[in-house]
Nanobody, 115 residues
Framework: QVQLVESEGGLVQPGGSLRRSCAACGIMFSWYTMAWYRQAPGKQHALVADITTGGRTNDVDSVKGRFTISRDNAKSTVYLQMNSLKPEDTAVYFC?????????WGQGTQVTVSS
């Protein structure tokens, strides 16, 4: 059975940091492109950042210079380091694994940025 288990989110003050993790089991982790998505209130599900099997990363303009995605294949875990958080980063964050037409999703965790 495939599972992507995300770490807890939480409430963070503006300008603060949070490190998210997502541990995968039931898949050959190193074969999969891993990604983080988010869904803000009233908005569509959107990509935040992804990392290929070779470690190449891509992130959207709104998080460039603030968020960093990384992976540890030995631990079957992908991370999202979020710095300089802004209120507009408030969303439910989802971990994703992709191999061709196969996608698996984490359970989604709320991150709220507010003073």
């Amino acid at each position: 059975q495939v599972q992507l288990v995300e770490s807890e989110g939480g409430l963070v003050q503006p300008g603060g940091s949070l490190r998210r993790s997502c541990a995968a089991c039931g898949i050959m982790f190193s074969w999969y492109t891993m990604a983080w998505y988010r869904q803000a209130p009233g908005k569509q599900h959107a990509l935040v950042a992804d990392i290929t099997t070779g470690g190449r990363t891509n992130d959207v303009d709104s998080v460039k210079g603030r968020f960093t995605i990384s992976r540890d294949n030995a631990k079957s875990t992908v991370y999202l380091q979020m710095n300089s958080l802004k209120p507009e980063d408030t969303a439910v964050y989802f971990c994703n694994s992709n191999l061709r037409a196969t996608d698996y999703w984490g359970q989604g965790t709320q991150v709220t940025v507010s003073s």
